[in-house]
């Protein structure tokens, strides 16, 4: 299953919400040295407790996310 995610990185705190079919992801970490994305990763991984990866926005805030 693919997933749309809009990251907001650096907020303070981690949090998840569906809005109109697209989660919107805070995150803690700031973007450099793609602390993010891994954050994402581990963060989506546990709330769905299901395998997750990258499929497209390595670099962009709207991401496609494949949950196993």
């Given at each position: 299953m693919k997933i749309e995610v809009k990251?907001?990185?650096a907020s303070?705190?981690?949090d998840i919400k569906k809005i109109n079919g697209k989660y919107i992801v805070s995150l803690k970490q700031k973007t450099?040295?793609?602390k993010a994305?891994?954050?994402l990763l581990k963060f989506l991984k546990k709330k769905f407790k299901r395998e997750v990866r990258l499929v497209k926005g390595l670099k962009s805030k709207?991401?496609?996310v494949e949950i196993e």
């Open positions: 990251v907001k990185p303070g705190k981690q450099e040295d793609n994305n891994i954050e709207n991401k496609i």
